[in-house]
């Protein structure tokens, strides 16, 4: 795709096909163990903190449209440190985790066609998936991107008659409010969520491509998690509306397939399944391609090239088979609720930190703060909330958090101090 190419819609797609990419297929299910058939109002709640959050990344990409996106904003913000470097390797880590996620998701769902397999091929299927687009991104194919609008409109597609065909089948009894949990439940959940939204980002990546970036920016990131919020929100619906919730919670890790079988039948069941491989890897190809190479390569070099294809490695390849490494690694000894309590958290940390440097410039972008504090309060409180539940429920998830915390910032200081290696801004101030 050339310079200066991309279109309203295209740069939708770009963050619809990063946000559904994934995560509504592997999610939802322990979304719904957690919180019941409350499970949608704990997506919307998730959808209004990104919203929130989405006003300062439409505010600082139109004002600094760069390939660095996110990364760009923390160095305008808090200047070339260990608090703008260490953030953007904690945003690597980030897409690390939901890599992770994806790759446990595809296992999940490819288990699905072979019902008597021994369970370690979850772990082959994950690893399989992983080491393929770790092959692809090597070899520097380019074959993924002209078809992004294509591909998301496939998903999306797929999703959407399922929705419809679900509303038409839905049972109002499983979906009444005398089976809510506790609202600390919904609100838990609203956290672990999160990271269904992440991929709203990866718009901002693109804003040196784009037409006219000013308008097309802000427009593309609203409709986007707009788009996404009602997408979630219908599909969750159309879940606890035609399956009990303890059926949905044995089939957690394929939840949305199991749950076309009411209305759809073994054949729903089984395309339902296929979109989920579908979505499943593709998002993997593209976080791969985007945010993981993107980041990377600000930490190894502290600046993209002047002219960068977000689809190459280029002189970084190791920094591919470092992700696909710790990937791996993630994907075997972590559980989907494992993985997504620390997507989750990565990702409404470094929200919380573009937040705070959207505050230090504010005027520069003629933002109104009491916006960007609100989203700093969602973030930051949906962050304690996660912490609070892995306190009680999961302290290794805690431990592993906290030490990706400090290795990340950790690291910056010593790469900073053995490399003499500093930040270096795209966009003039």
């Not at 990131?221 to 009602?230: M, N, Q, R």
């Not at 290795?407 to 930040?423: D, G, N, P």
């Amino acid at each position: 795709m050339s310079r200066k190419s991309i279109n309203l819609w295209e740069a939708v797609s770009i963050g619809v096909g990063g946000m559904i990419g994934a995560g509504i297929f592997s999610i939802l299910g322990v979304a719904v163990q957690i919180s019941g058939n409350a499970v949608y109002l704990a997506f919307i709640i998730a959808g209004l903190v990104a919203l929130l959050s989405t006003y300062s990344y439409a505010k600082l990409g139109s004002r600094y449209p760069s390939a660095g996106g996110p990364v760009e904003f923390l160095i305008k913000g808090f200047g070339d440190n260990v608090i703008s470097g260490g953030f953007n390797i904690l945003l690597w880590i980030g897409y690390v985790f939901a890599l992770a996620l994806y790759a446990r998701a595809f296992a999940a769902y490819a288990m699905t066609f072979f019902p008597n397999a021994a369970p370690i091929y979850l772990n082959v299927f994950a690893t399989g998936i992983i080491l393929l687009f770790t092959a692809v991104n090597f070899i520097g194919s380019k074959a993924v991107g002209d078809s992004e609008l294509f591909i998301v409109a496939i998903k999306v597609g797929i999703l959407i008659l399922f929705t419809l065909a679900g509303f038409f089948f839905i049972k109002p009894s499983l979906l009444s409010p005398s089976y809510w949990p506790p609202v600390s439940n919904v609100v838990f959940t609203a956290a672990v969520v999160f990271l269904a939204y992440e991929g709203f980002g990866l718009i901002t990546n693109a804003a040196e491509d784009m037409e006219d970036p000013k308008k097309t920016l802000p427009r593309a990131l609203y409709l986007s998690v707009i788009i996404v919020i009602a997408i979630y929100v219908g599909v969750s619906l159309a879940v606890v509306g035609n399956l009990p919730i303890t059926e949905i919670v044995k089939a957690r890790d394929y939840a949305l397939a199991e749950a076309a079988k009411p209305f759809l039948g073994m054949i729903g069941f089984k395309i339902i399944a296929i979109a989920a491989l579908f979505s499943t890897s593709s998002a993997i190809n593209a976080t791969l391609y985007g945010g993981a190479n993107v980041s990377y390569m600000i930490a190894k070099e502290g600046e993209l090239p002047t002219v960068f294809d977000r689809k190459v490695w280029g002189r970084s390849t190791e920094g591919l088979f470092i992700t696909s490494v710790l990937v791996i690694i993630f994907a075997n000894f972590l559980n989907l609720e494992g993985i997504s309590m620390l997507g989750s958290s990565a990702f409404l940390l470094i929200y919380a930190a573009v937040n705070f440097a959207h505050l230090k410039i504010y005027k520069e972008t003629r933002a109104n703060p009491r916006i960007i504090w609100l989203s700093i309060i969602g973030c930051l409180a949906s962050f304690a909330v996660l912490v609070y539940y892995e306190i009680e429920h999961s302290p290794l998830t805690l431990l592993v958090l906290a030490l990706v915390l400090i290795l990340s910032f950790v690291t910056e200081w010593m790469y900073r101090k053995i490399m003499s290696r500093t930040l270096k801004s795209r966009i003039p101030t």
